[in-house]
């Protein structure tokens, strides 16, 4: 089992632009594929964006192509989200999750496909 834990997350400004870093634990990090979820308040928890093992292959959802990008870096065990052009609508709490599961389309990225979860990082977007 994987320990997971976010950072990089805080207050911006719409427009603006931030980076999320999750940080795992353990000698198996390039065995997960990683994702991106997100809950806002009152809302249920939704999918962001995934990355294969070795960052060959991305999945987003519509809203965030074009803004977000999800990167890995093996060698240091830690999955980035880098969001660019923020909206009040981003605001959440931002989850970092990990599965052995080949989750090949963005249709397979749900909640339970997932085996680990980290805590979460609070992103605040002001209009």
């Known amino acids: 089992q994987v320990q997971l834990v976010e950072s990089g997350g805080g207050l911006v400004q719409a427009g603006g632009s931030l980076r999320l870093s999750c940080a795992a634990s353990g000698p198996t990090f390039n065995n997960y594929r990683m994702g991106w979820f997100r809950q806002a308040p009152g809302k249920e928890r939704e999918f962001v964006a995934g990355i294969s093992r070795l960052g060959l292959s991305t999945y987003y959802v519509d809203s965030m192509k074009g803004r977000f990008t999800i990167s890995r870096d093996n060698a240091k065990k830690t999955v980035n989200l880098q969001m660019n052009s923020l909206k009040p609508d981003d605001t959440a709490v931002y989850y970092c999750?990990?599965?052995?599961?080949?989750?090949?389309?963005?249709?397979?990225?749900?909640?339970?496909?997932?085996?680990?979860w980290g805590k979460g990082t609070l992103v605040t977007v002001s209009s």
């Open positions: 999750a990990a599965t052995l599961g080949a989750l090949n389309g963005s249709s397979k990225w749900v909640y339970d496909a997932m085996n680990y």
